[in-house]
């Protein structure tokens, strides 16, 4: 049984986005209980709650937005949150995107640890997976099974002399997702860069937030943080996305060459499919099935 988290204390970061080349100050605050993972939009007076119906773009990233207002890539923010447990910040943010900082959710790990993590009184409640549950999204699957706690097995694929496929299976806990996960950077291929930018993405992106690959290799001088850093940063958008839903997930998840947009597919399936899962609340000992509210 896990209860309910938040920070101990405010703390402030700032970084350009990838997408947008802008820069933008993110401050950090601890909220009450049941509170969820509040963004708002300070330079906008708008409010966004991190839910599934807030999702408004999956182009190379995921977006919320309401009325309007958007918040590009929150995805890795919302993995850091999701990998430590944190389940009620208000999020406040003076732009338009969330700082890549160095493209993965190491620099973002150690911001919420310097800010603290305070526990609260009510025991977090869960989704657990009861009967598999599977979508086909052109050529993405994604599958959860029901399991005794959370696990992720990733499949990714590549048409590349050097990279051909990466599978990995972890069981997700907070020391897994510290040392596994977190330090994997986003990347991408030299060759689409300049359409990327064209339709106005990647206009922040370098060598000093994301891995670059061309048609010989890595561009990076650093090389890569693990072997496998490709398909780690998979289940790093995974978890960000899942968090989406409001709840852990207890299953195993499998995806095969999977990104934003069948994340979000998977989960609108999950709610529909109230056959495959129950809300397990431990501090009223019951499960319950919803005819649900996300």
Excluded: C
């Excluded at 207002?69 to 919302?78: G, S, Y």
């Excluded at 526990?119 to 399991?147: F, N, V």
């Excluded at 998977?266 to 005819?291: D, G």
């Amino acid at each position: 049984m896990r209860y309910q988290r938040t920070l101990k204390k405010a703390i402030t970061f700032k970084g350009i986005g990838l997408h947008t080349g802008r820069k933008t100050k993110v401050t950090l605050r601890p909220a009450p209980r049941d509170t969820g993972i509040v963004f708002v939009r300070t330079d906008r007076d708008t409010v966004i709650k991190a839910t599934i119906k807030s999702v408004v773009d999956t182009a190379f990233a995921t977006t919320i937005g309401y009325n309007g207002t958007r918040i590009k890539t929150v995805e890795h923010l919302l993995s850091a949150f999701g990998g430590l447990g944190i389940d009620n910040v208000i999020v406040e943010v003076e732009g338009p995107e969330i700082p890549i900082l160095d493209g993965s959710s190491t620099e973002l790990v150690e911001i919420i640890l310097n800010a603290g993590i305070s526990q609260l009184s009510p025991p977090k409640s869960y989704i657990k997976i009861t009967r598999p549950i599977y979508i086909e999204d052109g050529h993405s699957t994604i599958m959860a099974l029901p399991y005794n706690g959370r696990k992720i097995t990733y499949t990714i694929h590549f048409k590349h002399t050097l990279f051909s496929s990466q599978t990995l299976t972890i069981e997700l806990t907070e020391e897994s997702f510290i040392k596994e996960i977190a330090p994997a950077r986003t990347f991408g291929f030299l060759k689409n860069v300049e359409t990327l930018r064209a339709n106005g993405l990647a206009l922040g992106g370098s060598l000093d937030n994301a891995i670059v690959i061309d048609d010989n290799g890595i561009l990076n001088e650093s090389g890569l943080r693990f072997e496998n850093e490709f398909v780690r940063h998979k289940i790093l958008d995974l978890i960000g996305d899942m968090s989406l839903i409001g709840y852990p997930i207890e299953g195993h998840i499998i995806a095969e060459k999977a990104g934003h947009s069948s994340h979000i597919k998977f989960l609108k399936t999950l709610i529909n499919s109230k056959e495959s899962w129950q809300i397990v609340a431990p501090h009223q000992e019951r499960i319950y099935s919803y005819a649900y509210v996300f």
